[in-house]
């Protein structure tokens, strides 16, 4: 058996996140959808900055999002140009785990103003996408942890 579906106890299906180029395919969807939910929270605080002054995002903030964006999306176009070549053998993650926590980092960040929590998700999502470039599931397993780390650091109080 090559680890890539396991039986839980209940008898429902786990794939094992990353193990095929479809699941790979995913991942660049989910850093893309990222870059997308960045850049529209970035405008939604230029705006909003337009509209209270000083109180808003900061210009090198905003550049800095937007830098994330651009390498997020470039991440994300390597992952698809060889997702076969990106598959990860043994990870003891399910693709859907992998899939909520990304839904739940897009969703942090279109629903949160504080710039600085954007940055440091969009930068653990860089090393996650770094960790399947290089094929390290170790890494891959130690960055999943940054994002969750970083996903609590901004719950709400």
Do not use: C
């Not at 106890?9 to 995913?26: C, D, H, K, T, Y």
């Amino acid at each position: 058996m090559d680890g890539s579906v396991d039986r839980s106890s209940s008898g429902e299906r786990r794939e094992a996140a990353l193990s095929s180029a479809m699941r790979v395919e995913q991942l660049a969807d989910s850093l893309s959808q990222a870059a997308v939910t960045l850049h529209g929270a970035v405008m939604r605080a230029i705006r909003k900055r337009a509209s209270q002054g000083a109180n808003g995002i900061s210009h090198s903030q905003a550049q800095a999002v937007f830098a994330l964006e651009v390498a997020l999306r470039q991440q994300a176009n390597q992952l698809y140009a060889d997702a076969a070549g990106h598959t990860v053998a043994g990870l003891e993650t399910a693709q859907r785990q992998l899939s909520g926590l990304l839904d739940t980092v897009r969703l942090r960040i279109a629903r949160n103003d504080d710039v600085r929590h954007w940055i440091s998700l969009a930068t653990s999502l860089l090393h996650l996408g770094s960790a399947v470039l290089a094929g390290n599931p170790e890494r891959i397993l130690g960055t999943l942890g940054k994002v969750r780390e970083r996903l609590q650091e901004m719950a709400p109080d």
